[in-house]
């Protein structure tokens, strides 16, 4: 995801904090502002212009707004400032210097730096296949079932007025992450309809993590890792930390929070620490661990997934035992960039697979801290909410 009410950094790399800002997802888009709702409007969807194109000042607009853009601006005002103080040979010198580097980050912020890739190639796993042709057939139909607006599954539906490029392009007022869509389109749809029906593992969270964040490039295009990260768990010398600020997460309260806080540092996950300034939250802080202490913990979290999911018969049974993976895995935090976005990925896989279809989320995200059975309404709401624009786009056809 890149829109968020959280920023993932490395307390020894603050500029790169900065300016790779993710106002999400995580997931970079990894986490929005949740307003959960349980109402869902067709007739928006179908009919509101902003639903699936931008027009160019609201793109233009939402590139300027952008956090990054706003401090090169400050930047190449300072440079100015310095030139207009100090009017001698080092002051124009030093001046000149940064308002050079400003114009020139202000032209990739606002117009776009081409990042070359190397074209995705979709990697075929060995993986246990855990139902018949016929069942992973009917599981590809649901997957595709939305058809062009399956983007809504995987960018937050508080951020849908702005279209599916919102985050490509910045118009949440978050950082520009270029990629992000065709990263989805191209490579993670895909990858995951090629695997429906076959037992997840920790190498499949490795790979899905690749294929959703195959355009990362870190400051270029508003990520926190270059290419050479995906694709790989977190190491023990990364410290990673998350802020959700009081004025975007409404839908938590204090006592949500104090539950969370117990649970979470009972576990030896990380701290939560509560802040007042200067945006009043509630602060994550992961604890460190292992490359292969991330894959045992992700490991052990999917066999017990697959022994509930066995046991269970009732639609919301099943659901919870998807929910309760989620919380287990989102909470290892265990990539540096993409956790949110991954995660997501790997529920909407299993909920296609054992309830038919995926969800359309307000905010994902918000499982973090959100106690097990609300997360289950919540993920209730959003299976709704993808049931109602499937019926919307039949009738429609």
Not at 15 to 28: G, H, K
Not at 40 to 62: C, E, M, Q, R, T
Not at 188 to 196: D, K, Q
Request: hydrophobic share 35%.
């Amino acid at each position: 995801m890149s829109s968020s009410a959280a920023s993932y950094f490395k307390y020894n790399d603050m500029v790169n904090a900065v300016t790779s800002f993710q106002a999400s997802s995580f997931d970079s888009n990894e986490i929005d502002n949740a307003q959960p709702s349980s109402s869902f409007d067709p007739n928006y969807v179908l009919s509101n212009p902003h639903a699936s194109s931008s027009g160019p000042i609201a793109k233009l607009k939402g590139r300027i707004c952008s956090l990054p853009t706003l401090l090169t601006l400050g930047l190449g005002l300072a440079g100015i400032g310095v030139m207009l103080l100090f009017p001698n040979t080092i002051g124009i010198a030093i001046g000149a210097s940064l308002l050079a580097v400003a114009v020139y980050n202000l032209i990739q912020h606002i117009f776009g730096a081409k990042v070359e890739r190397p074209p995705y190639q979709m990697p075929k796993l060995e993986m246990a296949q855990l139902f018949d042709e016929v069942r992973i057939e009917k599981m590809k139909q649901g997957w595709d079932g939305i058809g062009t607006e399956k983007w809504r599954e995987i960018v937050d539906g508080n951020s849908h007025m702005h279209g599916k490029w919102v985050f490509d392009q910045g118009l949440h007022g978050g950082s520009v992450e270029r990629g992000f869509i065709k990263s989805m389109e191209e490579n993670a749809f895909p990858f995951i309809e090629e695997h429906l029906g076959t037992r997840s593992t920790t190498e499949f969270y490795l790979k899905l993590h690749e294929a959703a964040c195959w355009h990362f490039a870190g400051k270029a295009n508003g990520t926190l890792i270059d290419h050479h990260r995906i694709g790989e768990f977190c190491n023990s010398n990364d410290h990673l930390c998350c802020l959700y600020q009081d004025k975007t997460n409404t839908s938590l309260t204090t006592a949500d929070w104090n539950a969370f806080k117990t649970s979470f540092e009972a576990n030896n996950l990380g701290t939560v620490v509560r802040e007042e300034s200067p945006n009043p939250g509630y602060r994550i802080t992961y604890a460190k661990k292992s490359t292969a202490k991330i894959e045992k913990s992700i490991a052990d979290s999917l066999d017990q997934f697959y022994v509930e999911i066995a046991e269970a018969s009732a639609r919301r049974d099943k659901i919870r035992a998807i929910a309760r993976l989620e919380k287990a895995i989102i909470h290892l935090h265990p990539t540096y960039d993409g956790s949110g976005r991954t995660t997501t990925l790997l529920m909407q896989k299993h909920l296609t697979e054992y309830i038919g279809h995926p969800a359309i989320f307000e905010d994902p995200n918000l499982s973090t801290p959100m106690e097990l059975e609300r997360f289950v309404d919540i993920i209730e709401e959003s299976l709704k909410k993808w049931e109602e624009l499937k019926a919307c786009k039949d009738l429609g056809k």
